[in-house]
């Protein structure tokens, strides 16, 4: 009886789950829809030829199950469901070219034994302005922010402790410098006098972030480096790098931040996707929860997030 009732719970949680991310995703859709009604691409049919908007989008929705019922061999009923939206706005004009990126991704699984916890969280602008000076080189300005929209929790206390939340943290990276960029799908930027804002709007979490502990907000300046390469390794799969470095010159320059984000694409048609991917993190200033030796202690380490799923996109 009991297995019956948790697997019926299981399924009201799962449907709950599935409506929700199906009713955001056909706004986000129809949004897309609509606005391209509102967007007049310039090309060649144009009066000025000499401006041109590249705009390309995408929205995903990637599930992933497993149910079991009076399985010899055992296992968890789980659930997860994802929402990812992927938009580029690239703009050139004779010699300056302006590329942007918005990337928003929220992300929820479901077992029985756990319910509900959150298993992707991230917002992201990337933006680099910049005017050519000779063929495949560019003097740039870049600017980065990177967060998340809700709370997080280590779930290995009790009580569950938090980690972090909406602009805790948030990073703002910005500074000049110079880049090679061969296309969109190849770009390397380099700046050697770059600034990053580090925000924790939770006080709790302030010095878990390398903050001090009555502010909000740590000031740092150095250089940055951020590539992008996507590659078509065959038919409908292509592989996605992002690399961010950054070196502060104002306290200990040798420990350089890593992010690091992989991507795999692959294509079943114009709608069906599978899609595979791993981001690892290094920030010698943020305290992550570890055990050693049977003790629980904070300290730098690495972070790894993987997501795989097959799922629905619509590009446009």
């Given at each position: 009886m009991n297995s019956n009732l948790h697997f019926l719970h299981f399924n009201q949680a799962k449907m709950k789950l599935f409506k929700t991310?199906?009713?955001?995703?056909?706004?986000?859709?129809?949004?897309?829809?609509?606005?391209?009604?509102?967007?007049?691409?310039?090309?060649?049919?144009?009066?000025?030829?000499?401006?041109?908007?590249?705009?390309?989008?995408?929205?995903?929705?990637?599930?992933?199950?497993?149910?079991?019922?009076?399985?010899?061999?055992?296992?968890?009923?789980?659930?997860?469901?994802?929402?990812?939206f992927n938009y580029d706005f690239n703009y050139k004009k004779g010699k300056w070219n302006w590329d942007n990126k918005v990337l928003a991704a929220y992300g929820q699984t479901?077992?029985?034994?756990?319910?509900?916890?959150?298993?992707?969280?991230?917002?992201?602008?990337?933006?680099?302005?910049?005017y050519e000076a000779k063929q495949y080189w560019m003097y740039t300005f870049f600017l980065n922010f990177n967060t998340q929209f809700a709370k997080g929790y280590d779930y290995t206390t009790e009580p569950k402790r938090l980690l972090s939340g909406s602009f805790a943290p948030a990073y703002l990276s910005f500074g000049p410098?110079?880049?090679?960029?061969?296309?969109?799908?190849?770009?390397?930027?380099?700046?050697?006098?770059?600034?990053?804002?580090?925000?924790?709007?939770?006080?709790?979490?302030?010095?878990?972030?390398?903050?001090?502990?009555?502010?909000?907000?740590?000031?740092?300046?150095?250089?940055?480096?951020?590539?992008?390469?996507?590659?078509?390794?065959?038919?409908?799969?292509?592989?996605?790098?992002i690399l961010k470095l950054y070196s502060n010159y104002l306290e200990d320059p040798q420990n350089i931040d890593v992010d690091y984000t992989a991507n795999l694409f692959m294509t079943v048609n114009d709608y069906i996707t599978v899609n595979?991917?791993?981001?690892?993190?290094?920030?010698?200033?943020t305290m992550v929860p570890k055990v050693k030796n049977g003790i629980e202690e904070k300290g730098p380490g690495l972070q790894v997030r993987q997501i795989l799923g097959a799922g629905i996109t619509y590009k446009f």
């Open positions: 991310l199906f009713f955001a995703s056909t706004i986000f859709l129809g949004n897309s829809v609509f606005a391209q009604d509102d967007v007049t691409p310039l090309d060649s049919t144009v009066t000025d030829t000499t401006k041109v908007w590249t705009i390309k989008g995408e929205n995903t929705f990637l599930v992933n199950q497993s149910t079991f019922s009076n399985w010899a061999a055992g296992g968890v009923n789980s659930f997860a469901g994802n929402l990812i479901f077992q029985k034994e756990t319910d509900w916890r959150k298993n992707d969280d991230r917002f992201m602008i990337n933006s680099l302005l910049g410098g110079f880049a090679y960029k061969r296309s969109d799908n190849f770009r390397v930027n380099l700046s050697p006098a770059s600034a990053r804002f580090i925000f924790v709007g939770i006080d709790s979490l302030r010095t878990d972030y390398g903050l001090d502990a009555d502010k909000n907000i740590r000031t740092e300046f150095g250089a940055s480096l951020d590539a992008y390469y996507k590659v078509d390794l065959m038919k409908n799969i292509s592989f996605e790098n595979a991917g791993v981001q690892l993190l290094y920030d010698d200033n």
